[in-house]
């Protein structure tokens, strides 16, 4: 863990009044280039081709020279972390995710199976003393220069979570009244994107927007996030909940909608599939993407568990357009 001294250096901890959403900055690369990986769904103790998934993201990570590493949510299976102290938190991150290229900072959001255990846990600087690639909060920005990215804390959306009675317990301290958190979360999204000059606004939830995989669409994110996105010029929402690779257009909007949540368990079978307006892409097992931008072209690719390039797709912009 060699680097790690070099990660808190590269990662400013300063919190501004910028909206309401906690800010830190990450430098891009001096040619002004950003390279990361996504992956979600994924914290099993290296079970259900976990592992496997790891060594690959290793590899193209390798291969990419990545800056850090975004978490799409679910982050431990079943039920989250029981507390600080948990062992899952080593053995299903620490001692999976081992590739030397994997040793940059990881951004995570929390996903619902996360909010079935202890997710202050998930949020505690003190799991950053164990593994210090670690930064979970519920919703955060990070302003790379070139691009910035919009962390949404989605769970709290969803009604399903909050019917009585449940089949599942989830942690809700620290949302308090729940109409006032989402009300006020998407104000403060909606300023901070207005407010932002970056080339690229990439916004990460643990749930779909758009999806045809098992979930589907979230109902309540089509309804009050997405408006949010498309007036504000978003270009791609990042998200995980389905376990599978996807990647829809957008009928209305240049917004791409990124499904990463193939972390481990996949092979549902049980997907609306390939017909729907605007798939690009959908594929049922394991596997992560990457992203390579720079001030004119942004580059996905989907990789499969053998690191096997599945979808590549790629959008310009012109050099000097305003935002
Ligand atoms: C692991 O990946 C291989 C190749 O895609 C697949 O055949 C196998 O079913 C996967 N295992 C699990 C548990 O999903």
């Known amino acids: 863990m060699a680097p790690l001294h070099y990660l808190f250096l590269s990662l400013c901890f300063v919190s501004c009044t910028f909206a309401q959403l906690k800010r830190f900055h990450h430098s891009s690369m001096e040619d002004g280039s950003l390279n990361f990986l996504v992956v979600g769904d994924w914290g099993r103790r290296g079970d259900y081709n976990q592992s496997d998934v790891a060594f690959q993201m290793g590899k193209i990570g390798n291969e990419l020279d990545i800056d850090f590493v975004l978490s799409t949510g679910d982050n431990f299976y079943d039920n989250g972390l029981t507390g600080v102290n948990d062992p899952t938190f080593e053995e299903s991150f620490t001692k999976v995710y081992t590739a030397t290229s994997l040793q940059k900072q990881w951004y995570s959001v929390l996903g619902n199976h996360d909010y079935r255990g202890d997710a202050e846990a998930q949020l505690d600087p003190i799991l950053r003393k164990i593994d210090g690639r670690w930064l979970c909060l519920r919703s955060f920005v990070i302003d790379t220069e070139i691009a910035e990215f919009f962390f949404v804390d989605t769970t709290p959306f969803v009604d399903q979570y909050f019917a009585i ?141 053998f690191g096997r390039v599945l979808h590549k797709w790629h959008m310009s912009k012109p050099l000097h357009s305003a935002i």
Not at 209 to 217: E, F, K, N
Not at 258 to 285: C, H, I, M, P
Request: hydrophobic share 35%; glycine share 10%.
């Open 165 to 305: 009675p449940n089949e599942h317990s989830y942690d809700w301290r620290g949302i308090g009244v729940r109409e006032k958190y989402m009300a006020n979360l998407l104000k403060d999204l909606d300023s901070a994107l207005r407010e932002s000059h970056a080339k690229w606004k990439i916004v990460v939830g643990h749930h779909a927007i758009r999806s045809v995989g098992h979930h589907g669409d979230t109902e309540e994110l089509v309804k009050r996030l997405l408006p949010i996105l498309e007036t504000n010029n978003v270009d791609f929402y990042m998200n995980g909940h389905d376990h599978c690779l996807e990647h829809i257009t957008s009928k209305n909007s240049p917004l791409q909608f990124l499904t990463s949540g193939a972390g481990s368990k996949a092979w549902r079978g049980d997907a609306k599939g390939w017909n729907e307006n605007g798939v690009q892409l959908f594929y049922d097992g394991q596997g992560f993407m990457s992203v390579q931008l720079n001030h004119m072209v942004a580059e996905l690719r989907f990789y499969n568990v």
